[in-house]
């Protein structure tokens, strides 16, 4: 089993940055394909990006591709998500998961593991 701390959200102005990092314990990240997912107010939880186990594929929501990047740090047990060019639609908790079977699902169900989530906040 692994456990999945998100850290680094925060409060933001539209345009601004922010870099979210998923600490995993318990078993290395290696073994997993690891997403990125978020959920605004009255929403259901949606895909933002996925990277497969190897570092090798990844995969964004169109809403965030070519303003957000996932990358990997498997000798840091860590994850992260870099957040540029942020809207205010990019308002929501964020979650990073783990994937054991498949590698690299944008649907949520196919997680096993997930973090507790961190609140980004975009203000026009």
């Known amino acids: 089993q692994v456990q999945l701390v998100e850290s680094g959200g925060g409060s933001v102005q539209a345009g601004g940055s922010l870099r979210l990092s998923c600490a995993a314990s318990?078993?290395?990240?290696?073994?997993?394909?690891m997403g990125w997912f978020r959920q605004a107010p009255g929403k259901e939880r949606a895909f933002v990006a996925v990277?497969?186990?190897?570092?090798?594929?990844?995969n964004y929501a169109p809403s965030v591709k070519g303003r957000f990047t996932i990358s990997r740090d498997n000798g840091k047990n860590t994850v992260y998500l870099q957040m540029n060019s942020l809207k205010p639609e990019d308002t929501a908790v964020y979650y990073c998961?783990?994937?054991?079977?498949?590698?690299?699902?944008?649907?949520?169900?196919?997680?096993?593991?997930w973090g507790q989530g961190t609140q980004v906040t975009v203000s026009s």
């Open positions: 998961a783990a994937e054991a079977m498949g590698d690299g699902s944008t649907y949520s169900g196919a997680y096993d593991y």
């Open positions: 318990g078993r290395t990240l290696s073994r997993y394909a």
């Open positions: 990277m497969s186990r190897s570092g090798a594929s990844t």
